[in-house]
């Protein structure tokens, strides 16, 4: 076989096979193929698109570059959350404690941010002592005995996913769906859960910007899981805004904290009740959506999800005072306020300027390994669909040390546009692919 000829073959638009597939990524692995080979390739495949069965196919193939977990020491059924990314998303804190407490294994695989969306794992490590490395058999044990476990992510997984989408951040070709579905579901293939349950977010800051796309990545998702024999259900939620009102590690970390005393943002619980009553039906407790939703509902007021939550940090070495005192998480020096100057109604705020911001101060990082800020970030004070008066607080901006205050301020302000025509607030489940 021939790269050259297989990149002409794409290029044409024209079908590749399953050998062809195998040699271009175990090529790629091997360092056979080169990076101006593949960056050619996936290039065409950004223009011409690969089928469903070529997606399946260089998925397969892309989890079979690495270590494939066996769950089958966790004797239940095991469901696999994931999100497409997004701003504000502290979902996966929320609802796995959530699930844990209704007896619903949770083994969960959670990577550090890149870019403007954060990532499970920082926003976890702002509890001192937090840790997550654990061994797979680690892993198994503490999800028998405790329902949950958080694990940072495997480097010796999908090789060929990490070395390609390292070369796609660097050559434009992120925004291909057949290359984020594959990349995305080669993971969840390797991590082994019985079935999958994807939160796949559209909007002004996620993968897909519009409900066509949205929907097509989710299509492109639930079919490779199928095909593989893991029911998978895309749930198709709204990024038009961020999800809930903060933004930054420890913030949204005590946002969580909030939520799961009973205190939850409308839009934070839509999403959570709906996420949690399919996993409810993936764990095959029950199909019906809405009684799930009632279930998800009671195990937060009842305060079961909440102590799940404590006993899941403790668990893992993290200090639990700072649940119990807020306080004491990492905290910034300063709150800087950001005020309107008119009246009307909030009719968006740009998510990914919001999370670009809080990237900006320190609580992101452009760069693998870079040390980031858990204490900065951003707190919403009004979503679309309020109404605000001239010399109100839209946001509060929790900086350390940040030079340019009024600039910064400013910038704050512009993610939010105000108009005088009453506005909605936004629905927040799109659709839902299965
Ligand atoms: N996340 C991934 O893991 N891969 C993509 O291609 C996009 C998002």
Not at 27 to 50: P, T
Not at 184 to 200: E, F, H, P, R, Y
Request: one cysteine or more; a negative charge; proline letters at 1%.
């Amino acid at each position: 076989m021939n790269i050259i000829q297989l990149i002409d073959k794409k290029k044409n638009n024209q079908i590749l096979t399953k050998e062809e597939i195998e040699y271009i990524i175990n090529g790629y692995v091997s360092g056979e193929i080169k990076d101006y080979q593949m960056s050619a390739l996936l290039m065409a495949i950004c223009f011409n698109g690969m089928n469903s069965d070529e997606t399946a196919i260089l998925t397969e193939t892309m989890k079979n570059t690495g270590e494939v977990f066996d769950l089958s020491g966790i004797n239940k059924i095991t469901v696999d959350k994931h999100s497409t990314g997004g701003v504000g998303d502290k979902v996966t804190i929320i609802l796995l404690p959530i699930m844990a407490s209704l007896n619903i294994p949770m083994l969960k695989m959670s990577g550090r941010g890149l870019g403007f969306t954060g990532g499970t794992a920082d926003k976890l490590e702002s509890f001192e002592g937090f840790n997550m490395d654990y061994t797979l058999d680690e892993a198994i044990k503490m999800v028998n005995k405790y329902n949950i476990c958080e694990m940072t992510q495997s480097n010796k997984m999908c090789l060929a996913d990490k070395k390609i989408y390292e070369l796609r951040g660097l050559t434009s070709t992120i925004d291909s769906i057949p290359l984020i579905a594959s990349s995305i579901m080669s993971k969840k293939l390797a991590v082994g859960c019985d079935k999958i349950l994807l939160d796949v977010t559209c909007g002004n800051g996620a993968f897909a910007s519009n409900i066509e796309d949205a929907r097509e990545l989710a299509k492109q998702m639930v079919d490779i899981g199928n095909k593989n024999g893991k029911e998978t259900i895309a749930v198709i939620t709204n990024m038009d805004e961020p999800l809930g009102k903060s933004i930054g590690n420890s913030l949204e970390i005590i946002e969580a904290i909030e939520f799961l005393k009973g205190r939850c943002e409308e839009d934070v619980l839509e999403v959570i009740k709906t996420l949690g009553a399919y996993i409810l039906k993936l764990a095959e407790v029950s199909d019906d959506i809405e009684k799930n939703k009632e279930i998800i509902e009671e195990q937060i007021f009842n305060g079961k999800a909440y102590q799940k939550f404590i006993q899941w940090i403790q668990v893992q070495g993290g200090n639990i005072n700072q649940i119990e005192d807020i306080s004491l998480l990492p905290k910034a020096k300063e709150i800087l306020f950001v005020t309107t100057n008119e009246n009307g109604y909030i009719s968006k705020i740009n998510s990914k300027a919001i999370g670009e911001l809080v990237n900006k101060i320190g609580g992101g990082r452009n760069r693998k390994g870079e040390e980031i800020d858990h204490s900065v970030g951003i707190i919403l004070n009004y979503k679309v669909g309020d109404y605000v008066e001239n010399g109100a607080t839209l946001a509060y901006i929790h900086v350390n040390d940040y030079g340019n205050k009024e600039e910064l301020i400013k910038e704050v302000r512009s993610a939010f546009e105000i108009t005088e025509n009453k506005t909605e607030k936004m629905k927040m489940i799109l659709d839902v692919i299965m």
